[in-house]
């Protein structure tokens, strides 16, 4: 299971967390930090670490090079005695960009939350979307964890991204 690290109290983090760990066949003891951030917050944070002035959706800002199992023998300098894990890195999730996204999209801020999450922790694990092959990798994965947390997109139906047994990443 990934332990999830946040003052934001929302379930939907350890909903994703969980169907993250089983999806991928994580192993060992991860934990992920989470932050919920102001506009203000986030263009500073984004113009710190990439160099870009602007307001983004979401960051992620991992502590390993993304590849398990996460267990102290693996990973002793990034092990935390008292929350006996791995800390993988930290997501910064920018609330009011989330909320804009939802309504754009039509769906909730539930699941746009959800999604924004993933797409941080899936960095986090060492998906990116640079290319092409990437890109779709880290989409298939996507769909199938929150298909698994049950935060399917109102339209994936009709995209047909419900996604087969041989398509599971």
């Known amino acids: 299971m990934i332990k999830v690290v946040t003052e934001a109290e929302n379930p939907i983090f350890s909903r994703v967390a969980a169907a993250a760990f089983a999806r991928l066949n994580l192993a060992g003891d991860?934990?992920?930090?989470?932050v919920i951030a102001s506009e203000d917050e986030i263009r500073a944070l984004n113009a710190g670490a990439r160099g870009t002035d602007a307001v983004t959706d979401v960051l992620s800002?991992?502590?390993?090079?993304?590849?398990?199992?996460?267990t102290k023998a693996a990973y002793p300098f990034d092990y935390d005695g008292e929350s006996d894990s791995v800390n993988i890195g930290s997501v910064v999730i920018c609330?009011?960009?989330a909320a804009a996204q939802a309504a754009l999209y039509g769906h909730s801020v539930e699941r746009e939350t959800g999604y924004l999450f993933l797409h941080g922790l899936l960095h986090l694990l060492g998906y990116d979307h640079a290319d092409q092959a990437a890109k779709k990798r880290m989409r298939t994965a996507e769909d199938a964890v929150l298909a698994d947390a049950g935060l399917l997109r109102p339209d994936a139906a009709d995209e047909k991204l419900l996604l087969t047994k041989e398509d599971k990443p």
């Open 30 to 34: 991860p934990s992920v930090e989470v």
């Open 61 to 70: 800002f991992p502590m390993t090079d993304g590849a398990g199992p996460f």
């Open 95 to 97: 609330d009011s960009r």
